[in-house]
Structures are given as C-alpha cells and as structure tokens.
C-alpha cells in the first residue's frame, strides 16, 4: 500500500538539498527525460481505449490529503494534486508549482517563488495563501513533529512563501515535497468525498464509494493536456485476483503482489514492467504497552523470540523479504548498524517469562500469573492474505510456549482507529514507516508528548521523549546521528512491538503502456505516470 506516511512509499533516497536561482530552476522545468512537460511527451499511437487501470489493495475513503494517510486514496492524489516540487528518479528535487527555492542559513529561511500559471480545477489561480494552508494542515493533522521545526510560514506575495525554520536545515524541501497542495480551506469549501479539488493533471470525474475512483484529464494543466483520457482505480483486496485481472488486460497495474506469483514473473517479463523493491515499512506485533499483559518490555522481548520471523520470511514470503530490526528500519541512514535482529529462541522466552512471574498450569502446558492466563486477542487487516498467515504462525510459535492468541480480523479503517494514538487493543498487526528522508515522522509514531499522543498506541518512554525532542531541536555540540543511533537502540530494546520484516515488493505494469522513465509506484512514480501513453492494441 501507498502509505503516506512516508506517504506510503514516498521515501525516496539520495534526495539532496536544491538552492536554486529562478532562472536555473524554470530551465529545468522543461528537460527532457522523466521531468518533461507533458506537451513534450511522445504523442500516442491510436489505441481504441486510451484509459489506465490500477488496482490498489486499500480501499478509498476521503480524497482530502490533508486528513488522510495510509489508504487507497494515497494512489490518487500524485494524479490529483500537484506539489511544489518533486524528486526525478535520481533524487534530485525538480520544479513543479514551484519555479525556484533559496536558503538563507543565518536566517534559517527558505524562500519559494511559484509558477503564475497553476490553476486549481475550479479555474481558480494557485497562490502562496493555498501553499500556507496545506502545509499548516498537514503539520497539525499528519505531521506534528515536522510542524514543530518550523516557526512561521509566511506570505511574501501570491507568488512567494516565506518558510522560517527552528533550527537550521539545509535539507527540508525533500521532507515536504510530497504535501499536497489544496485551496485555502477545501475541506470547508469542497466535498472531499464526492469532489476533492486539485491543480494536477487529471481531475476529478466520479467515484462508486469506496470501490472505484475515475479521474479524467486536465487539459488546462499547467505542464500539458495528459496523453491519457482517464485513469481508473480499482480496489481490490484479492491480490490473487488482481493478478488474474492482470493476465487477461483487465487491469494494467497491479501493487505488491504475492509471492506465490513471483516465480510466474519470469514467464512474462515480455509482457510486463516489474519493479521489485525492499519496502521501506515493516510489519510490527504491535503491544498496547497500557495493559499490564505488556507493560513489561521482559515479556514483550520474550514474545519476540518466541516467534519465528525467519520462517515467516522463507515460508510465508517464500524469501522476498527482510527480518526488521528496529524502528529506523532495514537500511535507514538513521538505523544503528550494531543492532541486529533477535533470534528465535523458544526456551529463552520461557526463560524470561518464567523470570516475570508467569507460571505454566497443572498440566504444564498454559501460562498465567496472578489467576490471569497468558492469553490475547490480535487484530489483523481483512484484506491483507500474507497477514492472515503471519497472525497463524505467530498464533502457532506463542502457543508453543504457552500462550494463547484469538485472531480477530477487521476492515483496514476500523483497526487503525483502534491503535491509531488510541489503547482499544490489546496487539495489532499493522505496518509502519521507517526513517529514510527525516527522522520526523518516526516521532510521531513513537514519542508522546503534553499534546498529542504517540500514533503506535499512545506509547510513552521518558526517555524516549527527550531523544526525539534533543533530535528535532537541532542542538549545537550534539551530533544528530549519534541521538538516533539512541533512538533505535532504546525502542529496539523496549520492543513496544516486535519487529518482523520488511517484504520485498512487486510492483507490475502492462506493456500496453509505454513511459519515458522507469516504472516504479511510489509516490513519486505515481506522479510520473502523468506521462504515460498507451501504445496499440
């Protein structure tokens, strides 16, 4: 799933710094390559149905990106929306409502100049009052720990934006780039649900609930008409049926599918784009750190070794993926590389549990303390088939020890609500972002503070707090990477969840379409598919 957080997929590596003087920046805005205008793309050849087809794994809800992340929505809005920058396949950030961007570091300030040509699809102009309401709601809304580093966001003209920092940071348009940019106060001017108004390349056309999604080309859009006539998203939680769709030409994209169909792959390279990837979120056991069953980071340790991950790998993901280890996640540049995974090891969680106080029954055979079985429910997402698996085996390895577990299985939106900066479970299988543009978003999943609680469960750790608060404030005399080596080490060790893998993602397109870039789905790829063109049938 696109998850934006990290706006799903939207981490993308090697993005560097852009200072830019505007007349560089506007030449650059019409290369050649991935970054050409859409009026530069190469015409399409006559096809009978010029429409692409994507079938996302969530379901859609609103089309506000102010409010929403981690839907199937988040495949929409690069179509929908435009930003004010974007990175090429390289990394590097590239104009898009913005023509040019400057730092000065003794103020701390950036200064972004616009494009005097974007229109909303109401035909209303884009100005700097729109940029300062989107990126305000997406710091109090998604954001807060980014909101925190930044001490005003002002209006310097229609077409300027003044964006003053807490503490330098040569580095922050890559951590804002993917902020959507809406009209000043959308959600109260426009239904999102039923009308959601951007400045992208398509717009709008229809929805039947939260199962499709059109969207019809723009032909005032400010880099050029898109070669396609719709895009049409489909949500289908069958990843086995999505692939079937695939095979026939019902659907053109299919995101992350299983890997019972990765060896079929080969067999049809010739008629397919395939990107393969490790994803830069993990699948976590997450523990409600509230209830006493899990207020002890012994026990939550000792559920960890008690499960199997490298059999999930091998078995369930038949090798496409990664045993996570913390946090950071797998290959993060913020990532501690002394810590390695726990392993599996039964008779150590005994160990450790026996250690806390839990004592197995007469018949030797079931844990409990004080009168209270070892015993929970876990929440698992409906539509996820690989997660259904790892909540069995995980089932199996922990009542091999003692403890016994209840699957509960619940739509995608309902069991977010229950963890989601909130205590209405007692363990949830979920999947969260790890850190490879900021550190930011890693805060808010974990730390709480005196006005908002952490998103994983409220979760709360003193010292935890203060590390993500010495992180954001920039301290001089303190090296940052030292703070986040401490970060991961510190929840790593805690184990508020048990850390489980990154999956190996496969990404597939039809050949019927043809792109002048590589193809990938990420957010960015996403908004790179603006440039596709459908070749003969």
């Known amino acids: 799933m ?36 859409l009026s530069q793309a190469p015409e399409p050849r006559p096809s009978r149905d010029n429409t692409l087809r994507i079938d996302v794994n969530a379901a859609f809800g609103t089309l506000d990106p102010s409010i929403t992340d981690g839907s199937g929505s988040n495949h929409i809005f690069p179509l929908l929306f435009s930003y004010l920058f974007v990175p090429d396949p390289d990394g590097e950030l590239k104009p898009d409502l913005a023509t040019a961007w400057s730092y000065d570091p003794g103020s701390r300030t950036w200064t972004i100049q616009l494009r005097a040509d974007a229109r909303f699809h109401t035909d209303d102009p884009v100005t700097a009052a729109d940029v300062i309401y989107s990126l305000t709601a997406v710091f109090e809304n998604l954001r807060p720990a980014l909101g925190e580093q930044v001490d005003a966001i002002t209006r310097l003209a229609d077409s300027a934006v003044e964006i003053r920092l807490n ?25 999102y649900y039923k009308n959601p108004v951007g400045s992208g390349p398509f717009r709008f056309a229809s929805r039947n609930k939260a199962e499709e999604v059109v969207l019809e080309a723009n032909p005032d859009f400010y880099g050029g008409r898109p070669k396609l006539d719709n895009v049409v998203f489909y949500f289908e939680p069958d990843q086995d049926r999505s692939w079937t769709r695939l095979l026939a030409g019902r659907t053109d994209i299919a995101a992350e599918i299983t890997p019972e169909h990765y060896e079929m792959i080969q067999r049809f390279e010739d008629r397919f784009h395939i990107d393969r990837y490790t994803l830069k979120y993990y699948t976590i056991l997450l523990y409600n750190t509230y209830d006493p069953l899990f207020s002890d980071p012994s026990v939550r340790t ?4 008690a499960i199997d991950r490298q059999a999930m790998v091998r078995d ?21 590389p002394d810590i390695k995974p726990l392993p599996y090891n039964p008779k ?3 160990r450790r549990l026996i250690a806390a106080g839990w004592r197995y029954d007469a018949a030797g055979r079931y ?13 698992v997402p409906r539509e996820s088939a690989i997660k259904k698996q790892v909540a069995r085996q995980i089932q199996l390895n922990l009542n091999d020890i003692g403890i016994k577990v209840r699957l509960e299985a619940l739509p995608l939106d309902g069991l977010i609500a229950k963890y ?39 979760f709360s750790h003193r010292e935890v707090n203060n590390l993500f608060s010495n992180s954001l404030k920039g301290k001089k005399n303190v090296e940052p990477i030292g703070i986040y080596h401490s970060i991961d080490a510190l929840i790593t060790n805690l184990q508020p969840g048990s850390f489980l893998f990154h999956q190996t993602a496969i990404d597939i397109m039809s050949k019927r379409l043809s792109l002048p870039c590589p193809f990938t789905l990420n957010y960015d790829g996403i908004f790179r598919l603006r440039h596709a063109v459908i070749n003969p049938s």
């Open 2 to 37: 696109v998850s934006a957080p990290c706006s799903g997929r939207a981490c993308a590596p090697r993005i560097r710094p852009a200072i830019w003087p505007a007349a560089a920046a506007i030449a650059l805005f019409v290369i050649t390559g991935c970054d050409l205008q």
């Open 167 to 191: 503490a330098d940071d040569p580095e922050f348009p890559k951590k804002i780039w993917d902020i959507d940019i809406i009209p000043e106060s959308g959600p109260d001017r426009f239904d």
């Open 302 to 305: 000792a559920l960890t070794l």
């Open 316 to 336: 369930i993901l038949r090798g496409y993926g990664r045993i996570a280890t913390g946090p950071m996640g797998v290959d993060s540049p913020y990532a501690d």
């Open 348 to 350: 150590a969680s005994i």
């Open 367 to 379: 844990l409990h303390k004080n009168n209270r079985p070892f015993a929970f429910t876990l929440l």
């Open 420 to 458: 989601y900066r909130n205590t209405s479970f007692e363990a949830v299988l979920i999947e969260f972002a790890g850190a490879y543009r900021s550190v930011e978003q890693l805060s808010d999943i974990w730390s709480s503070g005196m006005e908002q609680y952490a998103m994983a469960g409220k």
